[in-house]
Nanobody, 115 residues
């Protein structure tokens, strides 16, 4: 079994910054992909930034130039540095980890950006 835990959400004013962290633990042989998704009220969950299985990254167009995804492989941890936050970034942010081809989700962390 694999556990995925996020942290780092909170309330911030527009233009501010937050850093999210996500760690995976448990029976891990191989992490195929790790990344961040978000879901705003009344909207579908969407990709924010991910490391693909080939090691490259994908970003949503809406966050390019403002958000940066990084990771520490030895710790099975991925980070999301969010700068110049906007009210439309308000959402629950979820970490998604693919371990041995099985998808695991964290419980989510709330990010609220006030105008």
């Amino acid at each position: 079994q694999v556990q995925v835990v996020e942290s780092g959400g909170g309330l911030v004013q527009a233009g501010g910054s937050l850093r999210l962290s996500c760690g995976a633990s448990g029976s891990i042989f191989s992490i195929n992909a790790m990344g961040w998704y978000r879901q705003a009220p009344g909207k579908q969950r969407e990709l924010v930034a991910v490391f693909r299985s080939d090691g490259n990254t994908n970003y949503a167009d809406s966050v390019k130039g403002r958000f940066t995804i990084s990771r520490e492989n030895a710790k099975n941890t991925v980070y999301l540095e969010m700068n110049n936050l906007k009210p439309e970034d308000t959402a629950v942010y979820y970490c998604r980890v693919v371990v041995d081809s099985i998808v695991y989700w964290g419980q989510g962390t709330q990010v609220t950006v006030s105008s």
